[in-house]
């Protein structure tokens, strides 16, 4: 008969033995570390800040079980990991990145299944703010965990009671429906410039004469008085160096407008984008891709007055053009920002209304929308896109829940279900489908199931209306689980970025690039992915992202 004290040792052999296995079958070996660690994000700042509008856990290097554990994840999920450190070190032949694959792997034992989620985003920050051991002391150093909750029945229903709260706010300053758009049709043409793409090139190309010469695309941007008189202008970063400041001042000297946006026989200032294609050639190669204007808009207070759509050049006209309505001094505007004051909203809330009206020409394309509990401010957005828009054909909208709030652990790619859909022009039907959507199921965990509602909306595409041509309205740090189902489909996806705080998340680079797809964001749209070479580096929106074997990841961040 065994003795209690030798029983007891034997079940703690065994339980380490257990504890043993299981950490062998989990941990990376050196080579997988080592992979996993040349695709992270990277990016370099003075001091390390941590993003505002998501919940930060903070780990210090010499973080302990009894922090992993303060983490609670059973009541939430991790959508991000920043490792960060510092560039400053005493000893020249200090090795950095072994000290961050350490710790990553003492991360990953005690969080078994980490580095193979897909659905966190990792990015490695290095602060560069200090220079001697007293310096860096208070900077710091370990991780720094971004979590969101868990979606749960009870969390879906304070979701729900808050959407149709703002709901009824914005609905009660809503003027009665009606299918014709608000507000009376009135003139509008985009500002005229005094050259043509072709002279402004070749001004350029006489005032420039920086050294680089690397072959690259660069934007600029423009803000411009009602007089039509240059004021700012701004290079954006770049991947390729260049004479940042004598390119301004070429660009300057280049560029004039005859007056300000002319709208309802007044001028008003505005501000444009434009793309500049180095090296610019000799007289004879200059062609219109030179130099362009690529986008013209209003400053808010303008914008409150006139709903301004631009227009790309059709059989009617010959070259691009705008349309305009007016206000009665911006009340469906002021009604949905007084809805939007009940609650602390994201820099980029109103991305979807931004990006809809940026592209009226999207008018048959079938929209696919997130409809979990992180996608609450956006789908409150598209609703009041739709009260202002006023559909005037029906459109068909499909609304994904992932899964109708079934256990995490039953999920299964292209079985998860927890899919609506509605073909209408009225705003009430769609509403009503969209609420229907959320009571269902409010999502659980981080990733969703994206693909499968944009294959389910393909089979609804109805008469009229391409198969091929759908939006999808998606959270950038939640990627779906399912992305592999898209892997022969030949539809045309456009997706409105939801969340994108300090960076595009590489995956959705990924993804466009590998089908052919297009991004949209708040600040403008991404295009032309496929075209990209593995090993290119390519600026957006000020970041700049690699293309990898793999993908795309960071490697420098403004």
Same mark, same amino acid.
């Given at each position: 008969?065994?003795?209690?004290?030798?029983?007891?040792?034997?079940?703690?052999?065994?339980?380490?033995?257990?504890?043993?296995?299981?950490?062998?079958?989990?941990?990376?070996?050196?080579?997988?570390?080592?992979?996993?660690?040349?695709?992270?994000?990277?990016?370099?700042?003075?001091?390390?800040?941590?993003?505002?509008?998501?919940?930060?856990?903070?780990?210090?290097?010499?973080? &302990?079980?009894?922090? !992993?554990?303060?983490?609670?994840?059973? *009541?939430?999920?991790? =959508? @991000?990991?920043? %490792?960060?450190?510092? +560039?400053?070190?005493?000893?020249?032949?200090?090795?950095?990145?072994?000290?961050?694959l350490s710790r990553i792997r003492n991360l990953a034992s005690g969080l078994p299944g980490l580095l193979q989620d897909e659905s966190v985003t990792w990015t490695l920050v290095e602060q560069t703010g200090c220079n001697s051991p007293t310096e860096c002391q208070p900077f710091f150093h370990g991780f720094v965990v971004y979590v969101a909750r868990h979606a749960t029945a009870a969390t879906s229903r304070a979701d729900l009671d808050s959407l149709t709260r703002k709901l009824r706010i914005l609905e009660k300053k809503r003027p009665k429906?009606?299918?014709?758009?608000?507000?009376?049709?009135?003139?509008?043409?985009?500002?005229?410039?005094?050259?043509?793409?072709?002279?402004?090139?070749? &001004?350029?190309?006489? !005032?420039?004469?920086?050294?680089?010469? *690397?072959?690259?695309? =660069? @934007?600029?941007? %423009?803000?411009?008085? +009602?007089?039509?008189?240059?004021?700012?202008?701004?290079?954006?970063?770049?991947?390729?160096?260049?004479?940042?400041?004598?390119?301004?001042?070429?660009?300057?000297?280049?560029?004039?407008?005859?007056?300000?946006?002319?709208?309802?026989?007044?001028?008003?200032?505005?501000?444009?984008?434009?793309?500049?294609?180095?090296?610019?050639?000799?007289?004879?190669?200059?062609?219109?891709?030179?130099?362009?204007?690529?986008?013209?808009?209003?400053?808010?207070?303008?914008?409150?007055?006139?709903?301004?759509?631009?227009?790309?050049?059709?059989?009617?006209?010959?070259?691009?053009?705008?349309?305009?309505?007016?206000?009665?001094?911006?009340?469906?505007?002021?009604?949905?920002?007084?809805?939007?004051?009940?609650?602390?909203?994201?820099?980029?809330?109103?991305?979807?209304?931004?990006?809809?009206? @940026?592209?009226?020409?999207?008018?048959?394309?079938?929209?696919?929308?997130?409809?979990?509990?992180?996608?609450?401010?956006?789908?409150?957005?598209?609703?009041?896109?739709?009260?202002?828009?006023?559909?005037?054909?029906?459109?068909?909208?499909?609304?994904?829940?992932?899964?109708?709030?079934?256990?995490?652990?039953?999920?299964?790619?292209?079985?998860?279900?927890?899919?609506?859909?509605?073909?209408?022009?009225?705003?009430?039907?769609?509403?009503?489908?969209?609420?229907?959507?959320?009571?269902?199921?409010?999502?659980?965990?981080?990733?969703?199931?994206?693909?499968?509602?944009?294959?389910?909306?393909?089979?609804?595409?109805?008469?009229?209306?391409?198969?091929?041509?759908?939006?999808?309205?998606?959270?950038?740090?939640?990627?779906?689980?399912?992305?592999?189902?898209?892997?022969?489909?030949?539809?045309?996806?456009?997706?409105?970025?939801?969340?994108?705080?300090?960076?595009?998340?590489?995956?959705?680079?990924?993804?466009?690039?590998?089908?052919?797809?297009?991004?949209?964001?708040?600040?403008?749209?991404?295009?032309?992915?496929?075209?990209?070479?593995?090993?290119?580096?390519?600026?957006?929106?000020?970041?700049?992202?690699?293309?990898?074997?793999?993908?795309?990841?960071?490697?420098?961040?403004?």
């Open positions: 008969m065994l003795s209690v004290s030798f029983r007891a040792f034997l079940c703690g052999l065994v339980l380490l033995l257990a504890t043993v296995t299981t950490h062998a079958q989990t941990a990376p070996s050196e080579a997988e570390l080592n992979t996993f660690y040349d695709q992270l994000n990277a990016y370099r700042t003075s001091r390390y800040q941590p993003l505002p509008d998501l919940e930060a856990l903070q780990l210090p290097s010499t973080f &302990s079980g009894a922090d !992993l554990q303060a983490l609670h994840l059973q *009541d939430r999920h991790i =959508v @991000r990991i920043d %490792l960060v450190y510092t +560039a400053f070190r005493l000893n020249p032949t200090f090795n950095q990145r072994q000290l961050n429906a009606s299918k014709k758009a608000p507000g009376k049709k009135v003139a509008c043409n985009l500002p005229g410039s005094r050259f043509s793409n072709r002279q402004m090139a070749r &001004s350029l190309r006489r !005032l420039y004469h920086c050294p680089q010469r *690397d072959a690259q695309v =660069v @934007r600029f941007e %423009l803000t411009v008085a +009602a007089n039509g008189a240059i004021q700012t202008v701004k290079v954006l970063p770049t991947a390729r160096p260049l004479c940042t400041a004598e390119l301004e001042e070429a660009i300057r000297k280049s560029v004039a407008f005859n007056s300000g946006f002319p709208i309802d026989r007044k001028m008003f200032p505005f501000s444009a984008k434009g793309v500049i294609r180095l090296p610019i050639g000799p007289f004879q190669l200059l062609g219109e891709a030179d130099m362009g204007f690529t986008n013209f808009a209003l400053p808010d207070s303008a914008a409150r007055l006139y709903r301004v759509f631009l227009k790309k050049k059709n059989k009617q006209h010959k070259n691009d053009y705008c349309e305009a309505r007016i206000t009665k001094k911006g009340e469906l505007l002021a009604a949905a920002d007084t809805a939007a004051e009940e609650l602390p909203l994201p820099p980029d809330a109103n991305v979807v209304t931004r990006v809809m009206q @940026r592209h009226p020409e999207w008018d048959k394309e079938v929209v696919v929308t997130d409809a979990t509990g992180s996608m609450f401010p956006y789908t409150y957005d598209l609703l009041a896109w739709l009260q202002l828009s006023a559909l005037e054909d029906e459109k068909t909208f499909v609304f994904f829940n992932d899964g109708n709030d079934q256990p995490d652990k039953d999920k299964r790619v292209g079985k998860t279900g927890g899919l609506f859909h509605v073909t209408t022009s009225s705003y009430e039907a769609i509403k009503n489908k969209l609420i229907e959507t959320m009571k269902a199921g409010g999502g659980g965990d981080a990733p969703e199931n994206d693909a499968e509602a944009l294959l389910y909306a393909q089979q609804l595409a109805g008469p009229g209306t391409s198969p091929t041509d759908l939006i999808l309205i998606a959270d950038n740090y939640t990627f779906p689980r399912d992305a592999k189902l898209l892997k022969n489909t030949t539809a045309h996806v456009r997706i409105i970025l939801c969340g994108v705080r300090d960076y595009i998340n590489p995956k959705y680079l990924a993804l466009a690039r590998q089908h052919g797809f297009t991004l949209h964001t708040i600040e403008g749209d991404i295009e032309n992915l496929s075209k990209l070479l593995e090993g290119e580096t390519i600026t957006i929106q000020g970041q700049q992202y690699q293309v990898t074997k793999d993908g795309f990841k960071l490697v420098q961040k403004t």
